[in-house]
């Protein structure tokens, strides 16, 4: 279980890393505040600028995308982030960037890193009632973020240790050795570790009240039900007292809940007119996907498979819209199941019991189109995707299957230019688009255009020494002397961006 390890440290290391961390950054030194300074204040947030916690927040994230925990799934990478975006657009005062990510994990956690970034585990997505439920959740995480509750932990937390922190910057080091980052394949558990030092911070009872506060009002302004955020701290509660230790006892340890925080919850949603909220669609797509992802293994995934036939039975009396949707996606779920398996014949029969229900849905057409692909059915899969690509432009799932469908059919040069429009609307979105895009390059025999792409896929995956491998293959490659200069300088780029980097993390450790 991916939170053992924040058990192995000691306490040893905090005035150390106090020490290391604050001289080192060159800021605000702590020991520079007046004595009785409130342990929530202004004054506190600005030994850790907002720059330098971006930056450490992208470190872990570099070596976080090559966990295998990390959901590289644009379904729901673009859900969740729609959502933070939402939310994070009616803090008041404003919120700095936030980027939302989903972790594999059954395990019903949440965890705000430095920098803005807000894992997701798969197990709360799951364990979430319906959208407002883990709205709440994201909003009271995005609340932390605005109120710099991780950069006053990190800088003023003196009596836990901070070891979860040098531990994990060590790590980050050790997996910068030049050669070290060229193999994907080797995941990190970054944000085991990341989520670790969240649970080490400990948030106060006022950090966790400020955030109840500014989250609900997100929560409310954002148009989701405000009754999300009690319900779901009322099932995490049940949660950490049925089973310690686990669940919602990890939240629980990080967020401590209590009576009073749900009797707050409870008279700011009293005190509200009464209104009605839409949730969307999305939502138990988004959940049925989630179940099927976090489960690894065949016995987990049977029972994720029966959990969502039970779904598809649960027909309401009144035959309500809400119940139309929850059994399309249980179906999806069923679906999507069966075609992990390589099973298409059960993940086409499970698709059509959900279409025969619920008519539009992207997921579902995505579905379809995945099926076609399973099947070499390319031409077919293309003209789904090309469809689904119109009616949902938004949505790079399709952009991404009209590239396949495109590179099945032998089409380079097609996928080519179709990927370049694509990467041109989402540079930094999508890093599969520029693998994908090396690949049709070197069928075309352009192996200098395709090291340079694979180069910027390494690089949006973190992986700074492979891209830089890239490049200089590239280089050698070349025969053109604009070609080349214009390589010279984006591998000057990586080089400086690598030295800053370990510069950083060498402070922390
Ligand atoms: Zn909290």
């Known amino acids: 279980m991916r939170f053992h390890y924040s058990t192995q440290f000691s306490h040893l290391c905090v005035k150390l890393l106090a020490f290391a961390l604050i001289p080192a950054l060159a800021l605000t030194p702590v020991w520079a505040q007046p004595a009785g300074a409130p342990t929530i204040g202004a004054a506190s947030a600005a030994d850790l600028s907002p720059a330098l916690e971006r930056k ?3 470190a872990i994230m570099e070596q976080g995308r090559r966990d295998p925990d990390y959901i590289n799934d644009p379904d729901i990478a673009q859900y969740l982030n729609v959502m933070a975006r939402k939310l994070a657009a009616n803090a008041p005062g404003g919120a700095p960037e936030i980027t939302a990510f989903g972790v594999r994990d059954s395990v019903i956690n949440a965890f705000a890193m430095p920098g803005g970034f807000v894992g997701i585990n798969t ?35 003196q009596q836990s240790g901070h070891l979860a922190l040098a531990s994990l910057a060590a790590a980050l080091l050790a997996a910068m050795i030049p050669g070290g980052g060229a193999n994907l394949a080797v995941g990190l558990a970054a944000f085991g570790q990341a989520a670790a030092i969240e649970q ?24 989701f039900d405000p009754n999300g955020m009690a319900i779901m701290f009322g099932r995490l509660m049940n949660a950490a007292s049925l089973n310690e230790g686990r669940g919602g006892g990890i939240y629980a340890s990080t967020h401590p809940l209590s009576i009073q925080r749900m009797t707050d919850m409870q008279n700011r949603i009293r005190q509200l007119p009464l209104a009605r909220y839409q949730a969307s669609d999305a939502f ?19 029972q994720a498979v029966e959990q969502m036939e039970e779904e598809t039975r ?16 249980a179906w999806y779920g069923v679906s999507l199941a069966a075609l992990t398996r390589k099973d298409i014949n059960g993940a086409t029969k499970a698709l059509s019991q959900a279409q025969s229900i619920m008519l539009n849905s992207p997921y579902l057409d995505l579905q379809r189109i995945d099926i076609d692909l399973a099947n070499k059915n390319a031409s077919a899969a293309l003209t789904s995707a090309q469809a689904g690509l119109k009616r ?12 396949q469908a495109l590179q099945m059919l032998g089409k380079d040069r097609e996928v080519v230019v179709f990927l370049k429009e694509q990467v ?54 070349s025969q053109d002397f604009y070609v080349q200069s214009q390589i010279d300088v984006e591998l000057n780029q990586i080089t400086k961006k690598i030295h800053e980097n370990r510069r950083l993390l060498e402070k922390l450790r």
């Open 392 to 403: 949902y432009p938004d949505r790079r799932a399709f952009s991404l299957r009209v590239a």
């Open 424 to 477: 041109s609307r989402w540079p930094t979105e999508e890093p599969s688009f520029f693998q994908m895009l090396a690949n049709s390059q070197d069928k075309l025999g352009d192996s200098v255009s395709a090291r340079q792409s694979m180069a910027t896929y390494y690089q949006l995956m973190g992986a700074l020494p492979a891209a830089a491998t890239q490049l200089q293959q590239a280089r050698t490659m």
């Open 284 to 302: 138990w797509f988004v959940r049925a996907k989630s179940r099927v992802l976090q489960s690894t293994d065949s016995k987990a995934m049977r």
């Open 123 to 157: 197990g709360l997505i799951v364990a979430a009632g319906d959208e407002s439920e883990l709205a709440g959740v994201l909003a009271h995480e995005i609340a932390h973020v605005v109120q710099r509750h991780i950069a006053r932990g990190l800088t003023q937390q």
């Open 200 to 223: 080490q911070l400990g948030f106060s009872r006022d950090a966790e009240q400020e955030a109840d506060r500014m989250g609900f009002e997100m929560l409310r302004k954002a148009g």
């Open 56 to 58: 450490l927040g992208e």
């Open 314 to 329: 649960q027909v309401g009396a009144d035959r309500s819209s809400l119940t139309t949707v929850r059994r399309a996606a």
